[in-house]
């Protein structure tokens, strides 16, 4: 187990609702994973989330980019929503702008946040993504892009094209299901990316835009 001081991030209050979180992640037998399509207001209990190590590692890559504006698909419980307040918190302020669809997850993690102190930090977008990621207010520093499975075209793939010419130079996007025309896009020298598969959580894609 990680300690607190081997941890990037080391506010007490923070790690306390990170670890409460990790702790009661459950999945149902008929995970999305699975690659059927499913309704997520079915799913309103559960809360699918990153890895404590992948939210270490967005907490030091924005940090280490001085991160002020950070989007993210989607939120459910707030677990990655976390990690990139805290950092943008203390980078010396900013927003995390989310994304999610099932009203009973937007509560959760509204109260996860409140519990961490974090709650200014964070603003969670109540829709589809598609619709409520339109519209980022400036140049977006970082994107987590860790959706809802099933779909075709994948809603990764629809959600990147969106927020792609949002962000800036130099902005990382971190994807956590890896879903083949997602890869295909950030693949595609002509969008301007550039992109490594990374072994955590079974396979994490971390890429820039460089153009």
């Not at 923070?14 to 009661?24: F, G, P, Q, S, T």
Request: glycine letters at 10%; proline letters at 6%; a negative charge.
């Amino acid at each position: 187990m990680t300690t607190d001081t081997h941890r990037p991030l080391r506010d007490p209050a923070v790690n306390a609702v990170i670890d409460r979180l990790a702790a009661a992640q459950q999945y149902r037998p008929d995970d999305p994973a699975a690659g059927r399509e499913r309704d997520p207001h079915d799913y309103s209990e559960y809360g699918y989330s990153i890895a404590p190590e992948q939210g270490d590692l967005i907490y030091l890559l924005c940090r280490g980019i001085r991160t002020t504006r950070i989007v993210e698909f989607a939120t459910s419980v707030g677990m990655s929503t976390l990690y990139a307040a805290a950092a943008v918190r203390d980078n010396g302020g900013g927003t995390v702008i989310g994304s999610e669809i099932v009203p009973a997850k937007v509560a959760t993690a509204q109260r996860n946040l409140a519990e961490a102190g974090l709650a200014d930090y964070a603003e969670i977008r109540e829709g589809d993504a598609r619709t409520t990621l339109r519209d980022l207010g400036g140049p977006v520093d970082f994107a987590l892009i860790d959706g809802w499975l099933g779909t075709e075209p994948s809603l990764a793939r629809e959600v990147i094209e969106i927020i792609a010419p949002q962000l800036r130079i130099g902005a990382y996007v971190m994807n956590d299901n890896a879903e083949p025309d997602f890869l295909a896009y950030v693949s595609d020298p002509a969008n301007g990316f550039l992109s490594v598969t990374l072994p955590l959580h079974g396979g994490t894609e971390l890429c820039v835009k460089v153009a």
